[in-house]
Structures are given as C-alpha cells and as structure tokens.
C-alpha cells in the first residue's frame, strides 16, 4: 500500500501542475473542452481540468503588421503596375479568430489584393500615383468591415510601393526632367527680371540724387550771387552815403567859417566840373552858374596883367 499511495500522489501532483497555466500579457488562450469551445483566457494564472480540457491556440492581442508581396493591378486606362501593401491589424475576438476563418492572414491577403484591384480599376495612372491617402483610407475601411466576423480590427492600409511599367517609369522620368528643366528657366527668368528691375530702379535712384545735386548747386550759386549783389549794392550805398556826408560835412565847415558869395560859386564850380567828367551828353548850366563863369574869367584875365 506504501508504494502505490506515493505513486497516487506523485500523479495527484502531475496533474495538478499540468493544469495550471499562466497566460502572458497581452495574449490569450482559447480553451477547448472535449473538442468544442469552453472559454477564453486572459492574462494571468488559471487552471484547468487534466485531460478534459486543452489549450486549442494561443493568441497574441497586439497590433501585427503584415506585409503582402506585390499585387499586379490595372489602372482605368489600362496601365498594369505592382503594388504591395502593408496591413496593421489586431484580433479584438480570440474566440472568432480561431472559429470564424481557416487562414485569417491568407484571407486578409486575398482580401486586401481584391480591394486593391477594385480601388485601382476606377483611377488613372496620374490619380493612382497622387492618390495614396485615399487609397489607403477606402481600404481600412473596407478591410475593417470585412474582417469584423473574424474578430479582427484593421488599423491601418499603406501602399507601400507602387511600381509601374518600365516604358511608364522612363516617360514619367522624362516628364520630371522637363518640368524641372521649366522651372529652372522661370526662375532664371524671374532672377534676370529682377535683377533689371532693381538695375532700373538703382539707376533712376542714382539720377534723381544727380537732379538734387544740381539743385541744390544751383540754389546755392543763385544764393551766393544774391549776397554778392546785395554785399555790392550795400557797398556802393555806403559809399554814396559817405560822399553825400562829405558834402554835408563841407557845406557845414562853409557855413561855420561863414563863407562870401564867391567861395560858394566857387564850390559850385568845382560840383559842376565833377558832373561834367560824367556821361551825360547834354549839360544844362544854370544862369547863377555861368555868371559865376564869367566872374571866373574876369579874375583870371587880371591876374594875367
């Protein structure tokens, strides 16, 4: 009895052990119980009944990227290229990934290459290369609506290369060059129209400085001359003024000396002859002069004899 106790025993803690499962994170077991579906675990430590119950998959929950080989598809004007796409999805339902589909992944591939075909066959060429957002969204969307009952979630579709024909890739390479080769010429274009313009303007700017220049010399020739003039017309002003003070000052010795009649002909005489060495062309002798003249003559005439 000893010795099958212990045998019991050691098979009593076999099973036991053998029951027990701990379930990683983020990961999840699908239980079977005598071939049909029992449960799902979840993270953590749970047991189950030896022999009776198996773990039918394991399952991961986090996101899984798959990348699917080029598809050939055809545009709406009939170019053929080759696309490969790259799908995020995650399984949100481990009960109808395991039950729902045979080959979740190959589905999904298949999936993905019809609706990449039907997306493509309503495009063209020029559309299908500037289009990928679009793509990409109208894919999710499908891809997501298709995959619910298979307890999958698509994230997210990208186009991960797009491969044309070669004829397709050496005019479109062609086309490239001669835009960029355009551009270049529009922006030699612009630089020379602006540099012209700023010639333009740089020498417009350079005359305009020029006429002030000239204006300005010209304002200070016209302003130097009319304080020449007036230097000149003050000059002579000042000379008239000591002239006509001399005279005064000589009328007023006459009559402080109390001067005859005959000195103050005299006088008149001397004014006389100064305004004969002037420019007039007709002189016009007062009466009291020429009496003086001949009065003149007279004293001459005796102090000859």
């Not at 004007?77 to 109808?96: A, C, E, G, S, Y």
């Not at 991960?160 to 479109?172: L, V």
């Not at 100064?274 to 005796?302: C, H, R, W, Y």
Request: hydrophobic share 45%; aromatic share 6%; proline share 4%.
């Amino acid at each position: 009895m000893g010795p099958f106790i212990v045998f019991l025993c050691f098979l009593g803690i076999v099973l036991i052990i053998s029951s027990i499962r701990i379930v990683p994170q983020a990961h999840a077991y699908v239980i079977e119980r005598l071939g049909t579906y029992n449960g799902t675990w979840s993270a953590g430590f749970n047991m189950m009944i030896p022999i009776i119950d198996k773990v039918s998959r394991r399952i991961t929950l986090k996101e899984q990227v798959v990348d699917f080989a080029p598809q050939p598809v055809i545009t709406k004007d009939n170019v053929t290229m080759r696309i490969d796409t790259v799908v995020f999805f995650q399984i949100t339902d481990p009960k109808l990934f395991c039950y729902g589909v045979e080959n979740p992944i190959m589905a999904i591939e298949n999936l993905t290459a019809t609706t990449l075909r039907n997306i493509i066959g309503d495009l063209e060429l020029d559309q299908t290369l500037t289009s990928r957002e679009t793509i990409n969204t109208k894919m999710r969307a499908t891809l997501d609506e298709a995959t619910d009952p298979w307890g999958i979630k698509v994230n997210r579709v990208e186009l991960k290369n797009i491969i044309p024909p070669a004829a397709i890739q050496d005019a479109m390479e062609k086309q490239m060059k001669a835009e960029r080769e355009r551009r270049e010429q529009i922006l030699i274009a612009e630089g020379e129209k602006k540099s012209a313009i700023l010639r333009a303007e740089g020498k417009k700017e350079s005359l305009i400085l020029e006429a002030q220049a000239e204006k300005e010399s010209a304002i200070l020739r016209a302003e130097a001359k009319k304080e020449a003039t007036i230097r000149e017309a003050e000059g002579q002003a000042q000379a008239i003024l000591a002239v006509q003070k001399a005279n005064a000052d000589g009328l007023t010795f006459l009559k402080d000396a109390q001067a005859d009649n005959s000195v103050i002909q005299l006088k008149s005489l001397e004014a006389f002859e100064k305004a004969a060495d002037g420019q007039a062309t007709k002189i016009i002798i007062p009466s009291e002069i020429q009496n003086m003249a001949g009065f003149v003559t007279s004293l001459t005439e005796l102090g000859k004899q």
